[in-house]
Structures are given as C-alpha cells and as structure tokens.
C-alpha cells in the first residue's frame, strides 16, 4: 500500500467535486451527464491521461487500445480516468517541422493539467518531440505524472535483407540516385520498411527519448524498450495507470525526482546508446523546466568517459530496437554503467534507479555490449566550439568514420537552393568539399528542421561517394548517420558565423580537439559580419510570430523563454 500524503479532501480534484455550491454542483450534474455515478469519483484522484493519439500519427495507431489499458489499471487502483486529447506530432507528417510544434504542446500539456481537475497525469507519447513536450509540460506543473512510452515498431523486412526506418531510406535513396537499385526495388522497400504500429524501431529520436526518459525516472523500469505490438507492452499499459494512482496518494511529483545527477544520467544513457543528436536540445530544455542548468559542455564531460555499448543502428552496425529488447533491453545496458550512474536518484515507482536494476543481465553481447567488450570506448555524440560555432555545435561520432578533415566549403543559402543544385552537374564539389547548408535553425527553417543529413551530391554518388562533412544549424533524424555537424549556434539568420561562409573558404573539422574552424582571420570574419543584413521575418501573424519572438537558440533547448523556470503561477479561481 502507499504511504499516503494525502486525504480525500486534499486532492486538487476536492475543489471542482467536493465543494457544496453552485459550481461543483455543475460538476457533479455534468459528470452524471456522462454517466457517473458519484461514487465513481468521490474522494477518488482524477487522473488525466494525456494521449497524442490521431489518424495522422502513424507511431501511436495503438493508443486507442492502450488508454483502455491504462484506465484499467486506473479504474483498478481506485482512481477516475479522465482521457484528454492533445496535440499529435507526426513525424513523418507534420510540416515544416514537428520541432515547431514541441513547445505547443508542452504548453497545452501544462494548461490542460492546470485548468481541469487532475490530481495526476499520465503521459502517452513516444514520436520524437511527443516524449520531451509531455515531459516539459509536466514538469512545469509538477502534478504527480508518469510517462507511458509508445514503443519501437517490429523490424522492418525486405527480401533477404533487414531494413531500419529511417536509416534504410537515406542509405536507399543513395542508391536510386547513385542508379545500383531500381524503381521497383525502392517501391518494395517503402512497403516493407514500416510493419506495425510503434516509433521507428533504429535508435533514432523517439527510442532514444523514449529511453532517456526512463532513466530520468519518469517511466516503470523497462518500459522504454518494449515493441509496441507486443502483449507485455498493453501489461505495462495497465501498471501505469494503477502506479499513477499510488503516485498521487503519496504526492511524487516530478520535481521530487528530477535533480542534476537525474540528468547526468540521461546524458550517461544517451552516449552509451549512441542515441540520436536531438536529445542535446531536448534535455536542455527539459532541465530548464526543473530549474536545472545543462550546459552543453556537460555532455563533453561525459563523452570522453562512456562507452558505446548498444550495437543498435545507426551507431550500430546491425541490429535493431526489437533486438535490443530481447537482448535484455535498457535495464540490461544501465547495469553495465552502475559506476557511471548516480544509482541513488528516485523514480515514479518510489525505487532508487539502483533498485530498478537489480537483476538485469545481458541476453546477447552482440546486441548489447559488456563494459569488456564496447563498441567504442568512448564519444558517441560530441560538442563542437571554434569560430564556426561559438556557442556550441554536435556530431554523432560514432556514426561517421570522418572525424578529422579539412575542405573547401560549397554554401547553400536555404534548403531550397540546396534541392536545386546539389544534383547538378555543374555543381563545384568533390570528395573533400565541405557542404554547408544556412537559414535551417530555429528560426531560419522555421523550427529547425531535420535537414542536417545534406544528399551527397549524385555526381559523387556515382563515384563510390556515400559520406562527406556536411555543416548546418538545422537539426537531423536520429536514424541519420554519416559527418554531419548539427545545431550551429548562433544560427546563421540571426548572423552567427555560418551567415558569414563563402564558396571555396577552408573549414577544419576536428573532433578529437572538439574543435569547427573557418580558416579565415579575426579580421577578415569582421568585415564581413559588418556586411550582413538580416533577412526578413518568416511569419507576420500566429503562431509562427509566437514562437519567432520567444524561441531560444539551440544551445538553450531552443523552448520559449517564458515557459523556462519554476516561477510558480496560482491554482485557477472557481467561481
């Protein structure tokens, strides 16, 4: 039984149902309007289960099924489900960006939790900026809250070969470029890549926040890494809700469990997984809620110390999520890590991480590496600075063999100057170009893009070409591989210095000294950012006006600046 903080009356709910006026006698009148009975949900929490379920996101066609679960297990703790609707980021759908759209729905996750009567929450998501806007949203409110993870769909199948989302569609899209495939085999690998519900099943963003959260406490151990068709992943549906019941009895919120070593280790997890780049402004963010610094040089700190241990593409050479499962799944990676984890932070089943770990083991040291036996040593994502980006920029290392080069820079403007040229023939490039691409950050995309993963030119494709530095301030999908250095801050179309490279200038990459140079001299980066003019604003009116004025850079988790913090905002009057 939980030990309990709190009485009947001292539930938020008490105040909407258990006041004798004329305001909770509508309550009362309008919830026996749906059929309640007032022993339903007298002295009981209200739980708000937050689905991002929709036709159009492909990742959550199981929520339906899985907040019947969920309310099960509510219902059988003795709690009131309540289900509210939110916005549903579709990855693979949503335009421009979804990224546009994370701090939307951590602002409507937080609203919808502050204006009706929830006691706790739970949060359904799981497509990539689905996990860090319930987050968010959640931790600004600070309501007892769990997080209920959709889960990586079933690999993908094509002939002989196993096909990864995401990762298999960049590497075959080279090919039909390149000419090696035909238009009937890319027709047969985009009806075979994608075969049940669930995120994308490589350790792309939406497995790696999945897991990350987790590790931050908010999820039941071993939740992360459960295949979303799989009878085990509708248990833990129903453990949820009976949990987030027991949550509110003893008032766990999230900023009882959230601290800095929670974060360390989050960023622990994220290296040892080779997970996706987006995690860094994701993280960010998410720790500005809690009222947590996170510079990115602390994730530098971590780099250089822990090992690439998840054999998962595209850090990986191999496997899969559903591999990695049945491996032994993220329990059985954390294990190997206990001397690098803070085992002592708390999580939503009231257990110290440490606990939650008890009994692991690895099931196949193939799929998931022993500390004896890593993948690499060390420096799965690493943080770049130089005069190309002062504030900070990112590259997943361990998914690149190019980590040392010098080149001649090709610019592109936008990402529509980039489509119309980079398959020309005229187009002065060659294997050891740099490409940069400008105006794809925060707000030149708008949003942020997943642009980073520039198409080698198809020029070089032909000529055995499959991977070449490439530099922007956009983002990239975490199924993205190759050199490609991300989140350039400041973003070239508020004038950082990606604004201010010229076709055939030299950049130096070096990651081993964390270092992104432009070869040109203090003087001469002076006279041209004098040049500069600054374009013109993409939105007028909205939305896009919103975020244009309140966005933070890349460096800062790019959430508004008026949603950051934990300055606290007064319960709702009833009247």
């Known amino acids: 039984m939980p030990q309990k903080k709190k009485r009947p009356e001292d539930l938020r709910s008490h105040r909407w149902y258990g006041a004798q006026d004329l305001r909770a006698f509508g309550h009362r009148s309008r919830t026996a309007q749906m059929g309640y009975d007032r022993s339903d949900y007298a002295g009981k929490p209200v739980i708000a289960i937050i689905n991002t379920w929709s036709d159009i996101n492909t990742c959550h066609t199981h929520f339906k099924q899985r907040v019947e679960e969920v309310k099960r297990g509510v219902w059988q703790a003795g709690g009131f489900p309540v289900e509210m609707p939110a916005m549903s980021l579709a990855e693979p759908m949503q ?24 006691d706790g929450a739970v949060l359904m998501g799981g497509c990539d900026k689905t996990t860090p806007a319930l987050v968010m949203g959640a931790i600004s409110m600070n309501l007892p809250a769990i997080y209920l993870p959709a889960g990586p769909m079933l690999s993908g199948h094509w002939r002989e070969t196993t096909l990864g989302s995401g990762s298999d569609s960049w590497k075959y899209w080279a090919e039909l470029r390149a000419g090696t495939i035909t238009e009937k085999d890319w027709q047969e690998i985009e009806d075979s890549i994608a075969r049940s519900p669930g995120t994308c099943m490589t350790m792309g963003t939406a497995a790696t926040m999945m897991s990350l959260a987790e590790s931050l406490g908010f999820s039941l151990p071993g939740a992360a890494s459960i295949p979303a068709p799989d009878s085990n992943h509708a248990k833990m549906a129903t453990l949820t809700g009976k949990r987030i019941v027991d949550m509110v009895w003893e008032d766990l919120k999230p900023r009882d469990f959230l601290t800095q070593e929670s974060f360390d280790n989050a960023i622990v997890t994220l290296l ?3 997970g996706s780049t987006n995690a860094l402004i994701h993280l960010v963010a998410m720790a500005g809620r809690a009222g947590i610094k996170l510079p ?31 491996a032994g799944g993220l329990r059985a990676l954390l294990a190997q890590l206990k001397d690098l984890l803070v085992l002592s932070c708390k999580t939503v089943n009231g257990k110290t991480l440490g606990e939650n770990l008890e009994g ?3 099931y196949n040291e193939d799929v998931i590496r022993s500390r004896k036996n890593p993948l690499k040593e060390f420096g799965g994502l690493v943080v770049l600075r130089g005069n190309l980006a002062p504030n900070g920029a990112v590259i997943k290392a361990s998914a690149t063999k190019i980590t040392q080069h010098t080149g001649k820079a090709v610019v592109f403007d936008d990402y529509n100057d980039m489509a119309a040229r980079i398959d020309r023939d005229d187009l002065d490039v060659d294997a050891d170009s740099v490409l940069i691409l400008r105006n794809a950050g925060p707000l030149g995309g708008p949003g942020m893009p997943e642009w980073g993963m520039l198409p080698v030119p198809k020029k070089l494709l032909k000529q055995g070409v499959r991977d070449m530095v490439r530099i922007s301030d956009s983002r990239m999908s975490g199924t993205s591989y190759g050199c490609c250095v991300l989140h350039v801050a400041p973003e070239s179309f508020v004038g950082g210095p990606l604004a201010l490279v010229r076709n055939g200038d030299l950049v130096e990459l070096d990651v081993a000294k964390r270092q992104l140079n432009l070869k040109i001299s203090p003087e001469e980066m002076n006279q041209r950012k004098s040049g500069w003019k600054a374009p013109a604003r993409k939105y007028e009116r909205g939305y896009g006006a919103i975020f244009a004025q309140h966005v933070r850079q890349a460096d800062e988790g790019c959430d508004f600046d008026f ?3 934990t300055a606290p905002i007064p319960e709702p009057e009833i009247h």
Not at 300 to 323: C, H, I, Q, T, W
């Open 272 to 274: 040892a997984m080779g």
């Open 296 to 326: 990115l040089d602390r994730f530098n700190d971590f780099s250089a110390k822990v090992p690439l241990l998840a054999n998962v593409r595209p850090s990986g050479d191999k496997y899969l999520m559903e591999d990695f499962y049945y």
């Open 563 to 565: 949603l950051e913090g």
């Open 360 to 362: 692991a083991r690895i």
């Open 95 to 118: 335009k421009p960006t979804t990224m546009l759209y994370r701090n939307f729905l951590a602002m409507e996750t937080e609203e919808l939790l502050r204006s009706y009567p929830a």
